[in-house]
């Protein structure tokens, strides 16, 4: 198991640009592949992208292929999510998750932060 930490959520306007940090402790956290997901009110949790435990293969969800980057420095045990050219459709809690090994199968992501809020104003 390992602990997440996310920060960096807030209120931004459309076309804006923020950049989450999951900060992660407990176990080798190389050995674990990165998430970050994402929650809007009435809607299912998303895949947003992954990093492999390296940081050497990255994988970003359709909805924000283009606009968000997915990155870690494992020396500080941290994951980021660069999010450019925010709409608000991007309105959501944004989860960090760890999965031990490969990133695939997404569904296996099975620890958990608490999440951070990003809005997005139109």
């Known amino acids: 198991q390992v602990h997440l930490v996310e920060s960096g959520g807030g209120l931004v306007q459309t076309g804006g640009s923020l950049r989450l940090s999951c900060a992660a402790s407990?176990?080798?956290?190389?050995?674990?592949?990165m998430g970050w997901f994402r929650q809007a009110p009435g809607k299912q949790r998303e895949f947003v992208a992954a990093?492999?435990?390296?940081?050497?293969?990255?994988v970003t969800g359709d909805s924000v292929k283009g606009r968000f980057t997915i990155s870690r420095d494992n020396a500080k045990s941290t994951v980021y999510l660069q999010m450019n050219s925010l709409i608000p459709e991007d309105t959501a809690v944004y989860y960090c998750?760890?999965?031990?090994?490969?990133?695939?199968?997404?569904?296996?992501?099975?620890?958990w932060g608490q999440g951070t809020q990003v809005t997005v104003s139109s």
């Open positions: 998750a760890a999965k031990e090994g490969a990133i695939y199968p997404v569904r296996m992501f099975n620890n």
């Open positions: 990093i492999t435990g390296s940081g050497g293969g990255t």
């Open positions: 407990g176990r080798t956290v190389s050995n674990y592949a």
